[in-house]
């Protein structure tokens, strides 16, 4: 079964929404919970380690319900299952989405085009257990008989930011190996890294699903001759593995089959993390922490599946991004992690997000008339604070807030933590609560005509959402990311497109092929006036 085509403009749920935005749009924050004691309670869940509080958002009983009903009319329930028994909802690409098979237990049943996949799953899962142990305890060593130290995954997109993001978020839990991360193909990049590394201690993994993008080509390639120039040809064999569901294209690169670990068509790129494309992840933190990993993931999953809308994160989360978005207008969401180790997840989230659901086109093929996707971005607190805050806080544009924070930290210092959360609570108290006139006064002990009584007012009424997690551990981490991926899963069936493809890449992709190769044989031919003066300009180096 395909995905329900319906457009959410048409629903009775969206008509109602629209004329109960025009009563609540206006309407404070403070008062909210001025009229119901209840509100904080009313509006959060609390599922194991995660209580997520999303009181603080311009919405009422009401919206929450319309919210709800637009979910239901649209077909949420049919999608989540058609999308967990692997339907081709990917229907541009005609695949299965099955991120969420990678961590199921391994004796569940989902099948494509008949066959169960789980088997091969496991016996992927147990390559990269033995792959990871062995390179760990050094029983693997390269080609002068060392134990490896550095680890170098190149790819790029999903294929680098997922676990690029979970070994940082991870790193507490992380063992000797020092793992580094190449994907720009801006050699200088590449160079820079290659520079600090030993060849005889270096392990490559090349990581591409479809093994024929240009920049993991160019570094891995790169790479390669750097290794023979230190070593000998024979030396690639031991120290280049690769990750890909292209094999052929792999062994002509000269990697041997034994050291590729598979992908498969139904796992996107950018939800790839969880398959052999966290192999970085396991050779990092273990394979036990990669699967904890998994099994919070797969938590999440049930959580998703099996909880009614009221009650369910992913489905709250994502419809309340919508209400921002469609609603109120916002063109932005702020993700603000309250944990340095979490540094990489707004740019993790900006490929999960913005590479999903950022369609001009309906499940119909017809141009979308609202507005989809969400632009993402953030850095961690509380530096953020003293960098983009003051937009946040007094600028002209709604942002809707997340703040993700944990109650207890990792080295448990907790004079720094209580420290880091006394900021996490009272930035999201400040911009609910915002600054008045009558306040200001007082505290400069001055009347209202004071000069500069306007520039210190915080209007406040922003909204925010806060998550707050028992401890960073990997299962918890599964469990936020998973959580994120099925938010994006909620908004692109609501607003009626095909989050699983990314067509939008390929033009620049083409694009920058023909320039290359102009630029290789210095013959420009027929561009733009400004790309030919640009190109022009570059040639005459
Ligand atoms: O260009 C976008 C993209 O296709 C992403 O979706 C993907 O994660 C990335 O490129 C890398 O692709 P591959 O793993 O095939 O090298």
Not at 191 to 204: D, G, I, M, S, W
Not at 368 to 388: C, D, L, S, V
């Amino acid at each position: 079964m395909l995905l329900p085509t319906i457009d959410p403009t048409t629903t009775k749920a969206w008509k109602a929404l629209h004329n109960h935005f025009t009563c609540i749009k206006d309407a404070y924050l403070k008062d909210f919970f001025a009229n119901n004691s209840d509100r904080a309670s009313d509006f959060s869940i609390l599922w194991k380690d995660f209580y997520v509080d999303y009181s603080k958002n311009r919405i009422d009983k009401t919206t929450k319900n319309l919210l709800i009903d637009l979910a239901k009319e649209v077909k949420l329930d049919q999608s989540i299952q058609e999308y967990f028994a692997g339907s081709k909802i990917n229907n541009t690409e005609k695949r299965a989405v099955l991120h969420t098979a990678l961590r199921t237990p391994s004796d569940a049943v989902i099948r494509v085009n008949g066959t169960n996949i789980v088997p091969e799953i496991s016996v992927v899962k147990e390559e990269i257990k033995a792959f990871s142990q062995n390179i760990i305890t050094g029983k693997l060593k390269g080609h002068t008989g060392k134990a490896f130290t550095d680890v170098v995954n190149i790819g790029i997109g999903g294929s680098d930011l997922g676990p690029l993001m979970i070994t940082e978020a991870l790193a507490f839990y992380k063992n000797h190996l020092n793992l580094h991360f190449i994907s720009n193909v801006d050699g200088d990049h590449l160079h820079q890294k290659l520079k600090e590394l030993n060849p005889e201690t270096t392990l490559f993994i090349i990581v591409s699903k479809t093994f024929t993008t240009q920049e993991t080509l160019f570094n891995a390639t790169t790479a390669r001759e750097w290794l023979v120039n230190q070593s000998s040809p024979q030396a690639v064999i031991k120290h280049f593995v690769a990750v890909s569901s292209s094999i052929e294209k792999v062994t002509d690169f000269g990697i041997s089959e034994e050291y590729i670990f598979p992908l498969w068509d139904w796992v996107g790129g950018r939800f790839s993390l969880w398959s052999a494309v966290g192999l970085s992840i396991s050779l990092a933190i273990g394979y036990d922490n990669f699967q904890e990993l998994l099994d919070g993931a797969h938590e999440m999953d049930e959580h998703f599946k099996n909880t009614s809308f009221e009650e369910n994160i992913p489905v709250i989360l994502g419809l309340l991004s919508l209400w921002y978005t469609n609603f109120f207008k916002a063109e932005t969401e702020v993700v603000i992690p309250y944990a340095h180790y979490l540094h990489r997840l707004p740019s993790y989230l900006q490929q999960a997000v913005m590479e999903s659901n950022g369609k001009n086109v309906d499940r119909n093929g017809k141009p979308i008339t609202y507005q989809t996707g969400g632009i993402i971005w953030g850095e961690p607190g509380t530096n953020a604070q003293h960098a983009f805050f003051q937009l946040i806080h007094q600028g002209t544009k709604l942002i809707p807030a997340e703040f993700i924070g944990f109650k207890h930290s990792l080295f448990q210092d907790k004079k720094h933590h209580n420290a880091l959360m006394a900021n996490f609570f009272a930035q999201t108290e400040a911009l609910m609560n915002g600054k008045t006139a009558t306040q200001i006064t007082k505290e400069l002990s001055c009347d209202a005509s004071h000069p500069l009584v306007p520039f210190k007012v915080f209007k406040g009424n922003n909204p925010s959402t806060t998550i707050l997690i028992d401890k960073l551990t990997p299962k918890n981490l599964g469990a936020l990311i998973a959580m994120y991926e099925h938010r994006i899963f909620v908004q692109g069936v609501v607003w009626n497109i095909y989050s699983y493809d990314q067509w939008g890449v390929e033009l620049g992709k083409q694009l920058a092929t023909t320039i290359l190769s102009e630029i290789k044989t210095n013959q420009i031919h027929q561009h733009d006036p400004s790309t030919s003066a640009l190109l022009k300009r570059f040639l005459e180096r």
